[in-house]
């Protein structure tokens, strides 16, 4: 990402302290349509987001839910905005430099390298990418933009409020990822990760889930990443 890869040559550090929280992913039973209505969505909504590197209170709220079944996993993005930007673009355009998106990171074994990156917009246009390694220790930033995810459906309704984003990753495509040492969750796995939320409005804003206390590396802070446990 422009912004990612710009913020990576700064190293100023927050003195605040922030620990890795833990997030639920609820299993369910219901059957989940990958269409943007997110009328019939069962599990609770964490957030609101707030500014990535400082915990501060963002201008227009972000939620996001996460479930998952034996085949998929399932996140659901709420975005109040009042401004949106962007267009309806190919697969794997750099969205993340120009249009409002919601971003999840997910590291599967929490090694802090090999872990996928996938940002949608509020016209359904989707990324998805490999992060192999972003620090000096494994290589420096190495990054697979030809990585696809199996599968992946994503859709974003606009409504009157702003936008919402539904997104569907298969399992299955996750066993591909060389030395991700993916293995299918059950109840009580966890994965590190942190969700998102670009807002280019009157004011840019980087918003996430759980804040971090570096700004070196932008977003991909995967040591900092949250906690997701898999619970029924």
Known sequence: MKFHLYAAFFCLIWTNSTDAQTFPIYKTNEKISIDGDLSEWKTPFLGPFVIHNSGDKASQNTFVSLSWN??????????NDSQIIGSLQKKDSQIFNTDDLVEIFLDPDGDSQNYIEIGVNAFSTNYDLLLKCISEECGGWNTAMDFDIKGLETVSKINKDGYTVEIKVPFSSLKKIKNGSFSKPKVGTKWNGNAFRIDYGNTT????LQPYKSLKFGFHQPQEFAVFEFVR
């Open 205 to 208: 804003e980087y918003l996430a």
């Open 70 to 79: 034996d085949e998929n996993l399932y996140i659901a993005y709420k975005c």
